[in-house]
């Protein structure tokens, strides 16, 4: 089963913390000092708050899967959507250990793909998010370096 993930950069996270809560309805399953997640079931989503990014607002999207089995499938409709293709592999990214690719719509909002393997205590890397830096990496089809900008 597919679960949609959204990112948001904010300025505040205590803050942004309580308000998502009140409007959630519940608790973080997962909060660090500059990390916030949601994995709720109603509606089924993956909803991320990250401290100290480069900028406020939404950040990017993504499709988590359940399983590895459904992870291959997901990444081949990455690349029939005829849009820049980034496997980025396994990564320790915002205390998680994940596999996950990358791609942009034709406007240029960042989205992943990606099956989480277990929980860390580790922030990790990302990607570097910086539209041109995407788009160098992406163009060239080699894995993103160091992490400048959100992760999920």
Same mark, same amino acid.
């Given at each position: 089963?597919k %679960?949609?993930? +959204?990112?948001? =950069?904010?300025?505040d996270?205590? *803050?942004s913390?309580? $308000? /998502? !809560?009140?409007? $959630? =309805?519940? #608790?973080?399953?997962?909060? *660090?000092?500059d /990390?916030? *997640?949601?994995?709720?079931?109603?509606? %089924? +989503?993956n $909803?991320?708050?990250?401290?100290? !990014?480069?900028? !406020?607002?939404?950040?990017?999207?993504?499709?988590?899967?359940?399983? #590895?089995?459904?992870?291959?499938?997901l990444?081949?409709?990455?690349?029939?959507?005829? =849009?820049? /293709?980034?496997? #980025?592999? +396994?990564?320790?990214?915002c /205390?998680?250990?994940?596999?996950?690719s990358?791609?942009?719509d034709?406007?240029?909002?960042?989205w #992943?793909?990606?099956?989480?393997?277990?929980?860390?205590?580790?922030?990790?890397?990302?990607?570097?998010?910086?539209?041109?830096?995407v788009?160098?990496?992406?163009? %060239?089809?080699?894995?993103?370096? !160091?992490? *400048? =900008?959100?992760?999920?």
């Amino acid at each position: 089963m597919k %679960r949609l993930h +959204v990112s948001f =950069g904010v300025a505040d996270l205590e *803050k942004s913390v309580a $308000f /998502y !809560s009140t409007l $959630f =309805g519940q #608790e973080p399953t997962t909060q *660090k000092d500059d /990390y916030a *997640k949601w994995l709720l079931d109603d509606p %089924r +989503v993956n $909803f991320v708050l990250e401290a100290n !990014s480069e900028q !406020s607002g939404f950040n990017h999207a993504g499709i988590q899967v359940d399983s #590895e089995e459904e992870l291959a499938p997901l990444f081949d409709q990455l690349k029939q959507a005829e =849009g820049p /293709y980034l496997p #980025e592999g +396994v990564t320790t990214c915002c /205390y998680h250990k994940s596999e996950k690719s990358w791609t942009t719509d034709p406007d240029g909002v960042m989205w #992943e793909a990606f099956h989480t393997k277990h929980q860390t205590e580790e922030r990790g890397t990302g990607p570097d998010l910086r539209a041109e830096t995407v788009a160098a990496e992406m163009t %060239r089809d080699i894995p993103v370096p !160091s992490h *400048k =900008g959100g992760c999920c």
